[in-house]
């Protein structure tokens, strides 16, 4: 038995104005939760190449249905069994080029 008063996946769901009041310094520029996905990351970059989406953006859920990962291997997160995050960053540097290797 656990003091937890959550047990067994039933949590209250995510809060969108309780995350969005503790990331409001820089780099942060918004969250966005969402009940249900695909893949957090998936929707962020479509939100990117749409231009609704800037660095910093970040999207959650707790519970993301086709999550893919390194050699394209997928998972899913049951409803509220965990919590799945993306964030989307600018690559680009202001330090230059990287020196080739000789």
């Known amino acids: 038995m656990t003091d937890s008063p959550w047990s067994d996946l039933d949590r209250p769901p995510l ?7 503790a990331l409001t310094q820089p780099p942060w520029t918004g969250v966005t939760v969402v009940p249900a996905t ?10 990117a190449r749409r231009g609704t989406a800037s660095p910093g953006a970040v999207l959650v859920t707790d519970h ?8 394209e291997r997928t998972w899913t997160t049951p409803a509220r069994s965990s919590v799945t995050v993306s ?4 690559a680009r ?4 080029p990287v020196p080739s290797a000789r």
């Open 15 to 21: 809060r969108q104005a309780a995350l969005g009041r």
């Open 64 to 71: 993301q249905r086709a999550g893919r990962g390194r050699r």
């Open 38 to 47: 695909g893949s957090t990351n998936a929707d962020l970059a479509a939100a």
């Open 87 to 90: 964030v989307l960053l600018d």
């Open 93 to 96: 540097s202001d330090a230059g």
